[in-house]
């Protein structure tokens, strides 16, 4: 017994490595430097490894890093359903669904290095990535690799040029040279993967370093200091009311021009809504709410400056927003206090909407998530972003970090300032390259005041989505491409076997 246990250990310690390093440089750890070498133990092993080994080495690692990056969602559905095995299921089922696409990806690691493609090894880890982003029903742009450089904001600017997949492209680049070097492959190999990792850091410096004319724009953030996912209605009412008009009320004082507030915030499904805090012309309002009664009801930005205007949310969050199979499967949201109704997503797709005289890029809680909403606001002439969160139903774990952190690369893909309002935090500003104007403690009520620069001509770079889109379509096409050249006899002979 204690042979196998060890034998399975030296089979699987580079997984085992990968996955403990990848997950250190993420929250609630943050040693964010560690990415660079992450990946390093799994990328020299799937040198030697067959197809069914490739699986085995990819799915172990994403199994194991998804039981970290997912374990907000067992908290969550303790303090929803106070049932802790039960609670097991959908964190244990997630990781175990998250893993084949890492199984998928080791596949497509190994045919680039059967190819000798090596440079091509971060495009297919991006593509993937790309993949489990927009996969239909279940999307979820969770745990990439680029995540957790947002504290250097220097080194993600080129996702301005390819969004934030590139930026994980170019952090497997980095592990991939290490494994090259460690490997004493030859100068000839080495140097494309030298040069595409230089060339990238190049990029992201000197686009760090530009700037664009522009004009200050003085905003307040609002972050009510309120729990909007538990507790009582009416004292939440009372406590919105109170906090809301004192935020608003020093805005107007310190010479705001707009308020942006949470999701939900409105606490009423009116149109135009009437929410629980006083409206006021002098300061103009951008908040989220709902609209629509029955079974068409939306989460919805709604801006007030006089006139009412709203954008509908896109994207909707699963077994939050929606149950896909609600009616065939009645079961699942009785055993887990589901919502009993389904939101309904935006039949308009992504609306800008004009609040004081400037055009706002409103992003709620889960859209702040896609690069493609943020890009679409730019697109339809959006000045500056505004996601509105209510991250309080993950306060506690390491959830919130995470989507704190996709604020800032939404801000660098685009090209524009970008605020986000929590109602408990994270509340912040950045400007174009992802660098903080002020960010608010969390819990505490109070307003926000900065100067956004918001530019006068467009920012955004047309060609942003050809690398994603490309990176996905070579992760499908790769295993059916040419040149795959037959492993000589002594090189299978020495395969590592991880069993």
Same mark, same amino acid.
């Given at each position: 017994?204690?042979?196998?246990?060890?034998?399975?250990?030296?089979?699987?310690?580079?997984?085992?490595?990968?996955?403990?390093?990848?997950?250190?440089?993420?929250?609630?750890?943050?040693?964010?430097?560690?990415?660079?070498?992450?990946?390093?133990?799994?990328?020299?092993?799937?040198?030697?490894?067959?197809?069914?080994?490739?699986?085995?080495?990819?799915?172990?690692?994403?199994?194991?890093?998804?039981?970290?990056?997912?374990?907000?969602?067992?908290?969550?559905?303790?303090?929803?359903?106070?049932?802790?095995?039960?609670?097991?299921?959908?964190?244990?089922?997630?990781?175990?669904?998250?893993?084949?696409?890492?199984?998928?990806?080791?596949?497509?690691?190994?045919?680039?290095?059967?190819?000798?493609?090596?440079?091509?090894?971060?495009?297919?880890?991006?593509?993937?990535?790309?993949?489990?982003?927009?996969?239909?029903?279940?999307?979820?742009?969770?745990?990439?690799?680029?995540?957790?450089?947002?504290?250097?904001?220097?080194?993600?600017?080129?996702?301005?040029?390819?969004?934030?997949?590139?930026?994980?492209?170019?952090?497997?680049?980095?592990?991939?040279?290490?494994?090259?070097?460690?490997?004493?492959?030859?100068?000839?190999?080495?140097?494309?993967?030298?040069?595409?990792?230089?060339?990238?850091?190049?990029?992201?410096?000197?686009?760090?370093?530009?700037?664009?004319?522009?004009?200050?724009?003085?905003?307040?953030?609002?972050?009510?200091?309120?729990?909007?996912?538990?507790?009582?209605?009416?004292?939440?009412?009372?406590?919105?009311?109170?906090?809301?008009?004192?935020?608003?009320?020093?805005?107007?004082?310190?010479? #705001? *021009? +707009?308020? !942006?507030?949470?999701?939900?915030? $409105?606490?009423?499904?009116?149109? &135009?809504?009437?929410?629980?805090?006083? /409206?006021?012309?002098?300061?103009?309002?951008?908040?989220?709410?709902?609209?629509?009664?029955?079974?068409?009801?939306?989460?919805?930005?709604?801006?007030?400056?006089?006139?009412?205007?709203?954008?509908?949310?896109?994207?909707?969050?699963?077994?939050?927003?929606?149950?896909?199979?609600?009616?065939?499967?009645?079961?699942?949201?009785?055993?887990?206090?589901?919502?009993?109704?389904?939101?309904?997503? #935006? *039949? +308009?797709? !992504?609306?800008?909407?004009?609040? $004081?005289?400037?055009?706002?890029? &409103?992003?709620?809680?889960?859209?702040? /998530?896609?690069?493609?909403?943020?890009?679409?606001?730019?697109?339809?002439?959006?000045?500056?972003?505004?996601?509105?969160?209510?991250?309080?139903?993950?306060?506690?774990?390491?959830?919130?970090?995470?989507?704190?952190?996709?604020?800032?690369?939404?801000?660098?893909?685009?090209?524009?300032?970008?605020?986000?309002?929590?109602?408990?935090?994270?509340?912040?500003?950045?400007?174009?390259?992802?660098? #903080?104007?002020?960010?608010?403690?969390?819990?505490?009520?109070?307003?926000?005041?900065?100067?956004?620069?918001?530019?006068?001509?467009?920012?955004?770079?047309?060609?942003?989505?050809?690398?994603?889109?490309?990176?996905?379509?070579?992760?499908?096409?790769?295993?059916?491409?040419?040149?795959?050249?037959?492993?000589?006899?002594?090189?299978?002979?020495?395969?590592?076997?991880?069993?």
């Amino acid at each position: 017994m204690a042979s196998h246990v060890k034998q399975w250990f030296l089979n699987r310690w580079p997984s085992l490595l990968s996955a403990a390093l990848f997950s250190l440089a993420y929250p609630p750890f943050n040693l964010w430097p560690l990415m660079f070498v992450a990946m390093v133990p799994m990328l020299h092993q799937l040198r030697n490894a067959d197809s069914r080994q490739a699986w085995k080495i990819g799915y172990l690692f994403g199994f194991l890093v998804f039981l970290g990056q997912m374990y907000w969602l067992y908290a969550l559905a303790v303090h929803w359903i106070h049932r802790p095995f039960l609670s097991l299921i959908p964190w244990v089922i997630t990781a175990l669904l998250e893993g084949l696409f890492f199984g998928w990806v080791a596949r497509l690691v190994r045919h680039c290095y059967l190819r000798n493609w090596q440079v091509l090894i971060p495009v297919a880890w991006a593509g993937v990535e790309v993949c489990r982003s927009y996969i239909p029903v279940v999307a979820l742009p969770w745990g990439l690799a680029a995540t957790p450089l947002v504290h250097a904001p220097i080194l993600i600017q080129s996702a301005h040029f390819g969004t934030i997949y590139l930026v994980s492209a170019w952090v497997v680049l980095i592990n991939l040279v290490i494994v090259q070097l460690v490997a004493g492959t030859g100068r000839s190999k080495q140097r494309p993967l030298y040069l595409t990792a230089g060339a990238l850091l190049l990029l992201s410096v000197v686009y760090y370093r530009s700037s664009a004319p522009s004009d200050s724009f003085p905003v307040t953030v609002g972050q009510p200091g309120i729990d909007m996912a538990f507790g009582d209605r009416k004292v939440r009412l009372l406590d919105i009311s109170q906090n809301v008009d004192a935020i608003s009320s020093k805005a107007l004082a310190d010479g #705001s *021009k +707009l308020l !942006v507030l949470p999701e939900g915030i $409105g606490e009423d499904d009116n149109d &135009p809504p009437r929410p629980p805090f006083k /409206l006021d012309r002098r300061i103009p309002m951008l908040f989220g709410g709902q609209r629509g009664k029955g079974e068409v009801v939306y989460q919805t930005a709604f801006s007030f400056d006089g006139r009412w205007h709203h954008a509908d949310k896109t994207r909707l969050v699963i077994f939050g927003e929606f149950i896909p199979g609600r009616d065939s499967f009645p079961w699942i949201a009785k055993t887990f206090d589901l919502p009993s109704g389904d939101l309904t997503a #935006s *039949k +308009l797709g !992504v609306k800008s909407v004009e609040v $004081g005289g400037v055009m706002a890029g &409103p992003m709620l809680c889960f859209e702040g /998530l896609f690069p493609e909403v943020s890009y679409q606001q730019a697109q339809n002439g959006a000045k500056f972003i505004a996601v509105m969160c209510i991250d309080d139903w993950y306060m506690g774990t390491p959830a919130p970090d995470q989507l704190r952190a996709a604020a800032f690369f939404r801000a660098v893909e685009c090209g524009l300032p970008l605020v986000r309002s929590a109602s408990q935090g994270s509340t912040l500003a950045l400007d174009a390259h992802g660098n #903080s104007l002020g960010e608010l403690p969390l819990r505490q009520a109070a307003g926000l005041r900065v100067n956004l620069q918001l530019p006068r001509e467009p920012t955004l770079f047309p060609l942003l989505p050809v690398f994603p889109v490309a990176s996905m379509l070579f992760a499908f096409v790769l295993p059916w491409l040419p040149g795959r050249p037959k492993p000589r006899a002594s090189e299978a002979d020495s395969q590592t076997q991880p069993g």
